[in-house]
């Protein structure tokens, strides 16, 4: 991946290029709202053959199969280095007690004589999971997504990620869904992949709630099953990513460059930016 990091020097701009330079993207829907609408009523009507053929038609191949079965995904993960293999260790272990410690408690209090009051959280099942697949394998949202639904107690798992040229997900994807525990994986991307979790299909189950970021075809469609009482939950719609880092001579360029390329791998529309004092800086930063 190449990312471009000019560099501006702020006191050279005038009013309308700093307003320029802070705007978010501005996107015209282009009649996505109907578009995703009409997807998400073609796989609800005709589920796994729609899930095919929509697959055909955005994504430009035809995957062996709609499911990923076990032996795939646990030679994925044989197959995965030794670097990437620890780096997904590590950040297992740091992910998992950051959510144990905010693991939310059941509680029971007598608020009056006689008047019993709980709070419970019970486990939802089956949750899907989405994961991109587009500009990059986002392993990190495998994990920051399965392993809180584990600890969270969730029996079933489902993960869905749209195939590459090949027809398949990515092989970082499928190790680190079989890493993390994930119970089933489902080669499909896009609102399609939305509607099939949200309302089921022949070979994809039902979800009580879905969970992940994805393009702007996958957050309307997230929006849509939302509100329809026959869909599912969402977690929240994912919106462009943003970053501003503040920085002086004394930080480390590394450390500031990874901040920036965490958020602009997610997609062009991504603002990624360093504000600093040190011209030095933004240009190691860039390097």
């Given amino acids: ?20 330079l802070l705007a978010r993207p501005a996107f015209d829907d282009g009649g996505r ?39 795939e995904l646990e030679a994925a993960l044989e197959a995965t280095g030794p670097v990437l293999r620890e780096a997904m260790a590590d950040a297992a272990d740091r992910i998992r007690a950051f959510h ?34 587009g500009s990059a394998p986002l392993v990190s949202t495998v994990m920051m997504l399965a392993i809180p639904a584990a600890l969270a107690g969730c029996e079933e798992i489902v993960l869905v990620s749209p195939p590459g040229p090949d027809g398949r997900i990515a092989p970082e994807i499928q190790a680190a869904a079989r890493f993390c525990g994930v119970t089933r994986v489902f080669c499909v991307g896009g609102a399609q992949a939305i509607a099939a979790l949200a309302y089921g299909t022949e070979t994809v189950p039902r979800c ?30 994912a919106g462009p990513s943003e970053v501003l880092v503040i920085a002086d001579g004394g930080a480390d360029p590394v450390f500031i460059a990874w901040d920036l390329l965490s958020q602009a791998e997610h997609g ?20």
Avoid at 211 to 231: I, L, S
Avoid at 268 to 287: G, N, Y
Wanted: proline letters at 9%; a negative charge.
């Fill in 1 to 20: 991946m190449t990312i471009d990091l000019p560099i501006i020097h702020w006191h050279n701009c005038d009013a309308a290029e700093r307003s320029r």
């Fill in 33 to 71: 709202p109907a578009a995703v609408a009409a997807i998400v009523d073609r796989v609800r009507r005709d589920g796994d053959r729609a899930l095919a053929d929509l697959t055909a038609e955005f994504d430009g191949c035809t995957p062996a199969a709609l499911e990923v079965d076990t032996a």
């Fill in 100 to 133: 144990a410690a905010d693991r939310p408690q059941a509680a029971r209090v007598e608020t009056a004589p006689g008047l019993v009051c709980e709070v419970r959280y019970p486990p939802l099942s089956p949750v899907g999971l989405y994961i991109p697949g």
């Fill in 208 to 237: 009580a709630k879905i969970f992940g970021p994805g393009n702007a075809w996958v957050t309307e469609a997230k929006q849509q099953v939302a509100q329809d009482p026959a869909g599912a939950a969402i977690d929240m719609p």
């Fill in 268 to 287: 062009p529309d991504s603002q990624s930016i360093l504000l600093t004092d040190d011209a030095a800086l933004a240009e190691r930063v860039a390097a």
